[in-house]
């Protein structure tokens, strides 16, 4: 079965520098969501889309931005990076409904130097 | 302030022990809860959850039971095997917009000792 798939794997960035992580839903899932997870720590809800629109957003900086078009892949800009910005990014996609399972990609692991 | 608290922070048990997971709440609007089964450099796997409404589900090996008086709810893991050695996160969620947002616990490692 697809699963969501995201670009890069790994990225390498300096600080101050920019970087656009990718996300490609599972097939018919039309909500993407973003989650940031530090090491050692619990996945933190960054935004979420639904149907080309955002829908929420959590604890994601000003310095970050996020969109879906409209074969409803996502993407997630991230400015003037910062040595914190360091962590694993999540995306998961789900279909639309009250108790709909989230489902996760692999991540993309971000390394700010 | 972590909204769901978890415990305990790491576990170590023999095969076939029943390691068990627990997660509070403080924020009734939560309605749903899944635990998640995470291996290193991998993305978070849903293994089961639940809704406020009944108080015990099983599927397989898993069994979430749920006190929604006390706010709180666990993970049992019967017959764990070496291959159950992962982290394991609660979590709670809402649908505050359109879209449901995962609030996780802070996370469990278990170590299955074959």
């Known amino acids: 079965a697809a699963g969501v798939i995201q670009s890069p794997r790994h990225l390498i960035k300096e600080k101050r520098e920019t970087a656009t992580l990718k996300c490609y839903p599972i097939p018919r899932h039309d909500t993407v969501y973003w989650y940031q997870q530090g090491p050692g720590q619990d996945p933190q809800f960054l935004i979420s889309f639904y149907e080309k629109m955002q829908s929420d957003k959590g604890s994601i900086p000003d310095r970050f931005s996020a969109q879906q078009f409209s074969d409803y892949h996502s993407e997630l800009n991230m400015s003037s990076l910062e040595l914190g910005d360091s962590a694993l990014y999540f995306c998961?996609?789900?279909?639309?409904?009250?108790?709909?399972?989230?489902?996760f990609g692999p991540g993309t692991r971000l390394t700010v130097l | 302030q972590q909204q769901v608290k978890q415990s305990p922070q790491s576990l170590i048990v023999q095969k076939g022990g029943i390691p068990i997971i627990n997660c509070a709440y403080e924020n009734t609007a939560f309605d749903y809860f899944p635990w998640y089964q995470q291996f290193p450099g991998k993305g978070p796997a849903l293994l089961i959850a639940i809704r406020p409404d009944v108080s015990e589900k099983k599927e397989g090996r898993f069994t979430i039971s749920f006190n929604k008086s006390a706010k709180q709810f666990s993970l049992h893991i019967m017959d764990s095997q070496p291959g159950d050695s992962a982290t394991y996160f609660c979590?709670?969620?809402?649908?505050?917009?359109?879209?449901?947002?995962?609030?996780f616990g802070s996370g469990t490692q278990l170590t299955v000792l074959p």
């Open positions: 998961a996609s789900s279909l639309a409904g009250v108790y709909n399972e989230q489902f």
């Open positions: 979590a709670a969620s809402i649908i505050p917009g359109s879209a449901r947002q995962l609030t």
